[in-house]
T-cell receptor, first 113, second 115 residues
Framework: SQKIEQNSEALNIQEGKTATLTCNYT??????LQWYRQDPGRGPVFLLL?????KEKRKERLKVTFDTTLKQSLFHITASQPADSATYLC????????????FGSGTRLSIRP | NAGVTQTPKFQVLKTGQSMTLQCAQD?????MSWYRQDPGMGLRLIHY???????DQGEVPNGYNVSRSTTEDFPLRLLSAAPSQTSVYFC??????????????FGEGSRLTVL
């Protein structure tokens, strides 16, 4: 069956440490993979996009890796801050002739001071 | 710049009633989509559209209809509401429909309760 799994429902880490979130997928071949942040009661907000032929993408304190052999993406937040506390969603763009974007269930990240 | 606007923000329906969730974007985006979000289940794709006059089914299309007569609007219709359709609904849009949709811009959501 096809599925997208994000490593855990919740992740708690100490401020200043690196948070690492995992997105694994089965029986999909995404052309692109995206990460979003969602705060309670709000719509998701785009963070990063990585293409299937890219291994790594960085933006400020964020880094995403994409391994199409392992069918896995890792999302890192370095020097984490309490303001980074939110739910993080990975999304696969199953682009062939048109895009079709599907999401994982998300990981709730809490950064404690 | 309003972005993606969803109305209504809250709605309570009785089983069997019909209604339309409205979604409008002012960014001239080709790609638009509807998701529902239930606790612990992330976002599930209902329907999507790559341009005016073109729609397709997502992961959970049953019980929902869509149409795309203009670039700006993408309404979601519930013909006969069921309690299983109680959820938060999000509309999203993106500039590119070819070569990948790119960054999705989301509305603030519509919370629907079906009694």
């Amino acid at each position: 069956s096809q599925k997208i799994e994000q490593n855990s429902e919740a992740l708690n880490i100490q401020e200043g440490k690196t948070a690492t979130l995992t997105c694994n997928y089965t029986n999909y071949s995404p052309a692109y993979l995206q990460w979003y942040r969602q705060d309670p009661g709000r719509g998701p907000v785009f963070l990063l996009l990585i293409r299937e032929n890219e291994k790594e993408k960085r933006k400020e304190r964020l880094k995403v890796t994409f391994d199409t052999t392992l069918k896995q993406s890792l999302f890192h937040i370095t020097a984490s801050q309490p303001a980074d506390s939110a739910t993080y969603l990975c999304a696969l763009d199953l682009y062939s002739s048109a895009s079709k974007i599907i999401f994982g269930s998300g990981t709730r990240l809490s950064i404690r001071p | 710049n309003a972005g993606v606007t969803q109305t209504p923000k809250f709605q309570v329906l009785k089983t069997g009633q019909s209604m339309t969730l409205q979604c409008a974007q002012d960014m001239n985006h080709e790609y638009m989509s509807w998701y529902r979000q239930d606790p612990g289940m992330g976002l599930r794709l209902i329907h999507y559209s790559v341009g005016a006059g073109i729609t397709d089914q997502g992961e959970v299309p049953n019980g929902y209809n869509v149409s795309r007569s203009t670039t700006e609007d993408f309404p979601l219709r519930l013909l006969s509401a069921a309690p299983s359709q109680t959820s938060v609904y999000f509309c999203a849009s993106s500039y590119s429909s070819s070569g990948g949709a790119g960054e999705l811009f989301f509305g603030e959501g519509s919370r629907l309760t079906v009694l």
